[in-house]
């Protein structure tokens, strides 16, 4: 089985942009979580969708949003865009939220 | 509220060596646990889990026993390998993965 893909793996923007970022799950996984990570916090849960439905959220500002669709394929989106933004991404997805296997992380860059 | 603690790294060890990275955790209920390592430029593998007390998970030559009465999972190997090193993860999941900082261990010839 392919595993999680995240595309793009790489990503500058600029201040006060908005950003989409793709996350395809392991086929027949119906859960998707996103996470950031970054040198100074660490990893942080953003969101878990399921059957397209949000079913957790972390801490994370409303700039911060996500989506699932009917094929389990999920983007979160960042809008205005802050310095602070710079990190990982990652994307996991599960059958049943036993296990998670995470994607290679899109790296986001904003100057 | 549910929390992971690490040992701070960086883990300095020569090869063959004897590893232990310390894990304890806070939490209500029953959480699973879970190990995970990050290699550079990738994400997160899942190395080894343990869902109930005194499970042991192992993997590669890892092992971790979920102990509830120290609220520990520390990871342990016998002899590790230049290949090991890595930043390893500590986390539980209650409803969401809460991630203890990493512990990034370097593994020398």
């Known amino acids: 089985k392919a595993g999680v893909t995240q595309t793009p793996r790489y990503l500058i923007k600029t201040r006060g942009q908005q950003v989409t970022l793709s996350c395809s799950p392991i086929?027949?996984?119906?859960?998707v979580s996103w996470y950031q990570q970054t040198p100074g916090q660490g990893l942080q849960f953003l969101f878990e969708y399921f059957s397209e439905t949000q079913r957790n959220k972390g801490n994370f500002p409303g700039r911060f949003s996500g989506r699932q669709f009917s094929n389990s394929r999920s983007e979160m989106n960042v809008s205005t865009l802050e310095l602070g933004d710079s990190a990982l991404y990652l994307c996991?997805?599960?059958?049943?939220?036993?296990?998670?296997?995470f994607g290679p992380g899109t790296r986001l860059t904003v100057t | 509220g549910n929390s992971v603690t690490q040992m701070e790294g960086p883990v300095t060890l020569s090869e063959e060596a004897f590893l232990t990275i310390n894990c304890t955790y806070t939490a209500t209920g029953y959480p699973s646990l879970f190990w995970y390592v990050q290699y550079p430029g990738e994400g997160l593998q899942l190395l080894l889990k343990a869902t109930k007390a005194d499970d042991k998970g192992s993997n590669k030559g890892f092992e971790a026993t979920y102990r509830k009465e120290t609220t520990s999972f520390h990871l342990e190997k016998g002899s590790v390998q230049v290949s090991d090193s890595a930043v390893y993860f500590c986390a539980l999941d209650t409803d969401k993965l809460i991630f203890g900082t990493g512990t990034r261990l370097q593994v020398f010839p």
């Open positions: 086929s027949g996984h119906r859960s």
């Open positions: 996991a997805s599960s059958p049943d939220r036993a296990v998670q296997y």
